[in-house]
Protein backbone atom coordinates (compact mmCIF):
# COMPACT_ATOMS: atom_id res chain seq x y z
CA UNK A 1 0.00 0.00 0.00
CA UNK A 2 1.11 3.41 -0.90
CA UNK A 3 -0.15 6.86 0.48
CA UNK A 4 0.85 10.11 -1.19
CA UNK A 5 -0.46 13.09 1.00
CA UNK A 6 -0.18 16.80 -0.48
CA UNK A 7 -1.81 20.14 0.19
CA UNK A 8 -0.44 21.44 2.96
CA UNK A 9 1.20 25.08 3.61
CA UNK A 10 1.45 27.72 5.45
CA UNK A 11 -2.45 30.03 5.95
CA UNK A 12 -3.19 32.38 8.36
CA UNK A 13 -5.33 31.79 11.59
CA UNK A 14 -8.62 31.52 10.13
CA UNK A 15 -7.97 30.31 7.06
CA UNK A 16 -8.33 26.83 4.80
CA UNK A 17 -6.54 24.27 2.94
CA UNK A 18 -7.80 20.86 1.46
CA UNK A 19 -5.73 17.97 1.83
CA UNK A 20 -5.22 14.94 -1.03
CA UNK A 21 -3.98 11.85 -0.05
CA UNK A 22 -3.83 10.09 -3.21
CA UNK A 23 -3.70 5.63 -2.55
CA UNK A 24 -2.36 2.96 -4.34
CA UNK A 25 -0.87 -0.58 -4.43
CA UNK A 26 -4.89 -1.83 -2.94
CA UNK A 27 -8.20 -1.75 -3.20
CA UNK A 28 -9.09 1.66 -1.74
CA UNK A 29 -12.96 1.27 -1.45
CA UNK A 30 -12.39 -1.80 0.42
CA UNK A 31 -10.85 0.25 3.61
CA UNK A 32 -11.23 2.82 6.22
CA UNK A 33 -9.39 5.08 6.21
CA UNK A 34 -8.29 8.73 8.65
CA UNK A 35 -6.48 11.69 9.23
CA UNK A 36 -3.80 11.57 12.00
CA UNK A 37 -1.34 14.79 13.05
CA UNK A 38 1.67 14.91 14.66
CA UNK A 39 4.07 17.34 16.06
CA UNK A 40 7.45 17.11 17.31
CA UNK A 41 8.02 15.71 20.23
CA UNK A 42 4.33 15.09 21.06
CA UNK A 43 2.12 11.66 20.20
CA UNK A 44 -0.15 10.89 16.94
CA UNK A 45 -3.24 12.58 17.38
CA UNK A 46 -6.16 10.70 15.57
CA UNK A 47 -8.41 13.81 13.97
CA UNK A 48 -10.68 11.88 11.48
CA UNK A 49 -11.73 8.91 10.01
CA UNK A 50 -13.92 7.67 7.22
CA UNK A 51 -15.16 3.89 6.84
CA UNK A 52 -15.06 2.30 3.41
CA UNK A 53 -17.93 3.50 1.23
CA UNK A 54 -17.97 7.26 2.82
CA UNK A 55 -21.16 6.72 4.58
CA UNK A 56 -20.26 7.18 8.04
CA UNK A 57 -17.42 9.13 9.73
CA UNK A 58 -15.49 10.42 13.18
CA UNK A 59 -14.11 13.78 13.81
CA UNK A 60 -12.17 14.64 16.89
CA UNK A 61 -13.10 16.97 19.40
CA UNK A 62 -10.91 19.11 18.60
CA UNK A 63 -11.54 19.75 14.83
CA UNK A 64 -15.41 18.88 15.10
CA UNK A 65 -17.34 21.35 13.07
CA UNK A 66 -14.02 22.61 11.27
CA UNK A 67 -12.52 19.82 9.22
CA UNK A 68 -14.42 17.89 6.66
CA UNK A 69 -13.27 14.19 5.22
CA UNK A 70 -14.26 12.96 2.06
CA UNK A 71 -13.29 9.97 -0.02
CA UNK A 72 -13.44 9.54 -4.15
CA UNK A 73 -13.33 5.78 -4.30
CA UNK A 74 -13.51 6.19 -8.58
CA UNK A 75 -10.28 8.44 -7.83
CA UNK A 76 -8.91 6.56 -5.29
CA UNK A 77 -8.21 9.67 -3.05
CA UNK A 78 -8.70 10.94 0.42
CA UNK A 79 -9.78 14.45 0.99
CA UNK A 80 -9.46 16.46 4.13
CA UNK A 81 -11.06 19.97 3.99
CA UNK A 82 -9.50 22.25 7.14
CA UNK A 83 -11.57 25.44 7.59
CA UNK A 84 -11.25 28.42 10.26
CA UNK A 85 -7.36 26.93 10.98
CA UNK A 86 -5.87 27.99 14.43
CA UNK A 87 -2.31 28.18 15.42
CA UNK A 88 -2.91 25.09 17.52
CA UNK A 89 -3.51 23.26 14.17
CA UNK A 90 0.32 23.50 13.12
CA UNK A 91 1.40 20.07 12.49
CA UNK A 92 2.19 17.55 9.91
CA UNK A 93 -1.10 15.72 8.65
CA UNK A 94 -0.96 11.94 7.50
CA UNK A 95 -3.39 10.05 5.57
CA UNK A 96 -3.12 6.23 6.83
CA UNK A 97 -4.97 2.71 5.74
CA UNK A 98 -7.52 1.15 8.63
CA UNK A 99 -6.84 -2.71 8.85
CA UNK A 100 -10.59 -3.17 7.43
CA UNK A 101 -13.89 -1.54 6.17
CA UNK A 102 -14.10 0.51 9.22
CA UNK A 103 -12.25 4.07 10.29
CA UNK A 104 -9.75 3.63 13.26
CA UNK A 105 -7.86 0.82 14.17
CA UNK A 106 -3.97 1.58 13.31
CA UNK A 107 -1.75 4.02 11.90
CA UNK A 108 1.03 1.56 10.60
CA UNK A 109 0.09 2.42 7.53
CA UNK A 110 0.74 5.97 6.35
CA UNK A 111 2.20 8.16 3.62
CA UNK A 112 5.27 10.58 4.08
CA UNK A 113 3.13 13.63 5.45
CA UNK A 114 2.12 16.90 4.45
CA UNK A 115 3.06 19.93 6.63
CA UNK A 116 0.11 22.42 7.75
CA UNK A 117 1.45 26.08 9.06
CA UNK A 118 -1.04 28.08 10.38
CA UNK A 119 0.56 31.69 11.63
CA UNK A 120 0.37 35.32 11.13
Known amino acids: AQLAESGGGLVQPGGSLRLSCAAS????????MNWVRQVPGKGVEWISG????????YSADSVKGRFTVSRDNIKNTLYLQLNSLKTEDTAMYYCTKSPGPYYGGSWSTRGQGTQVTVSA
Open 25 to 32: GFTFSTYG
Open 50 to 57: INSDGTKT
